[in-house]
Nanobody, 118 residues
Framework: EVQLQASGGGLVQAGGSLRLSCVASGFDFDDIAIGWFRQFPGKGREGVGCVGSEDITATWYSDSVKGRFTVARDNAKDTVYLQMNNLKPEDTAVYYC??????????WGQGTQVTVSS
């Protein structure tokens, strides 16, 4: 069974930082692209960023987070991180990690709430 377990969300003041983690299980972790989306209240999901693998060239960031957020993977721990710096109230959302296989199939983790107060 594949599973993506996200953690690290919380409440932070504007200008602060948070680091989200997502542990993957049931995957060949080295072979998947892995990253983050977010969902604003009452809206659809928006891509945040992703890091590829040796087989998947898929590293990208949303323009809205470039220079502030960093996605990093630790293949030894089957974990992907989202380091979020200089957070803004408009970053308030539920953050989801996802994994994409070479076949194109995608798996989603449960969300973690990030709330940025002004």
């Amino acid at each position: 069974e594949v599973q993506l377990q996200a953690s690290g969300g919380g409440l932070v003041q504007a200008g602060g930082s948070l680091r989200l983690s997502c542990v993957a299980s049931g995957f060949d972790f080295d072979d998947i692209a892995i990253g983050w989306f977010r969902q604003f209240p009452g809206k659809g999901r928006e891509g945040v960023g992703c890091v590829g693998s040796e087989d998947i060239t898929a590293t990208w960031y949303s323009d809205s987070v470039k220079g502030r957020f960093t996605v990093a993977r630790d293949n030894a721990k089957d974990t992907v991180y989202l380091q979020m710096n200089n957070l803004k109230p408009e970053d308030t959302a539920v953050y989801y990690c996802y994994a994409r296989r070479v076949t194109g199939s995608v798996s989603w983790g449960q969300g973690t709430q990030v709330t940025v107060s002004s």
